[in-house]
Each structure stands twice: as structure tokens, then as C-alpha cells.
């Protein structure tokens, strides 16, 4: 499958949405119009980057979200993928390989040291992609503190 790779634009919104719920219901995360609406009004900003992928007949296949991180040990910055999903018709095709060369490309342009991201170690598609492009976090492991 050829695809290609775009910013978001307000034109890709109702696209962009449709798959972002798909996105939520994957991951079992109840997604209501309010958090949409600022995931979307988030990804307009400078700090938060969206891009999609269209197959050659122009239907939005994938996404991916990312933002810029400074690392202050190490004294540079990275971006970290947020959300990296492919609709299930269009998996193994090359659009999660094609969304993550984007960030890659992206991050070589602005001189970032590094492309980060998480995936589940139960899904072995996911692990796969992390494998093809990543070194391991070198033992690190994340942990989440939930707050309040």
C-alpha cells in the first residue's frame, strides 16, 4: 500500500476522529466529544504534532501524535509518539512503518537525539515495529503514579 504522509489540518478532523475512537476502544478508554475536542485543540499547538496517513485513494489510514521532549540528563531533546494506531483494514501494509519513518525524519531535521515510544508487551505487532526501528530502553522500565 502507497500512503501519504500529512499534517493534520482542520479539513482531516471527522477522518481524524473516526480513527482516534477506534484508537480508545483498542485500548478499553472511554473517549467523550470534551476529551477529543482537546486532544484535537492540543494537536493545533505548537508543542503537540499530528500527522495521518492516506491511501492512494485519499481515506485516512493511520495517525500518529507526538511531541518534543527535553531530556535533561543527557542535555538534548527527543519526540515521544503518543498514539501511533492503523485501521485494522490497512494493517501490515507499511502505514505504521511509514508514520514512524515521518517522526524519525522529523526528528533528524531538528536535530533531536532520539524517537521514544511505548507499546504494550502483549501485542506482538506493536513489539515487532518497536523491534524493526528501536534499541530497548536499556533495562528502564515506566512506571505510572497515578495522581489524586
Same mark, same amino acid.
Given at each position: 500500500m502507497t500512503v501519504?504522509?500529512?499534517?493534520?489540518t482542520e479539513r482531516d478532523f471527522f477522518a481524524w476522529y473516526a480513527l482516534f475512537t477506534e484508537y480508545a476502544a483498542s485500548a478499553e478508554i472511554e473517549l467523550t466529544d470534551e476529551h477529543a475536542m482537546r486532544v484535537w485543540t492540543r494537536l493545533q499547538s505548537?508543542?503537540?504534532?499530528?500527522?495521518?496517513?492516506?491511501?492512494e485513494g485519499g481515506q485516512t489510514v493511520g495517525l500518529v501524535h507526538f511531541i518534543g521532549i527535553e531530556r535533561l540528563l543527557q542535555g538534548d531533546s527527543t519526540f515521544l509518539i503518543e498514539?501511533?494506531?492503523? +485501521? /485494522?483494514?490497512?494493517? *501490515? @501494509?507499511? =502505514?505504521?512503518?511509514a508514520l514512524v519513518e515521518h517522526v524519525?525524519?522529523? +526528528? /533528524?531535521?531538528?536535530? *533531536? @537525539?532520539? =524517537?521514544?515510544?511505548?507499546?504494550r508487551p502483549d501485542d506482538p505487532a506493536a513489539k515487532?515495529?518497536?523491534?524493526?526501528?528501536a534499541?530497548?530502553?536499556?533495562?528502564?522500565?515506566?512506571?505510572?503514579?497515578?495522581?489524586?
Open positions: 501519504t504522509i500529512k499534517p493534520l505548537d508543542d503537540a504534532h499530528g500527522v495521518v496517513a492516506a491511501d498514539d501511533l494506531y492503523v +485501521a /485494522e483494514h490497512a494493517r *501490515r @501494509a507499511g =502505514v505504521a512503518t524519525r525524519t522529523r +526528528a /533528524e531535521e531538528e536535530g *533531536r @537525539a532520539a =524517537v521514544r515510544w511505548v507499546s515487532a515495529l518497536h523491534d524493526k526501528f534499541a530497548s530502553a536499556g533495562g528502564w522500565v515506566l512506571h505510572d503514579l497515578p495522581v489524586g
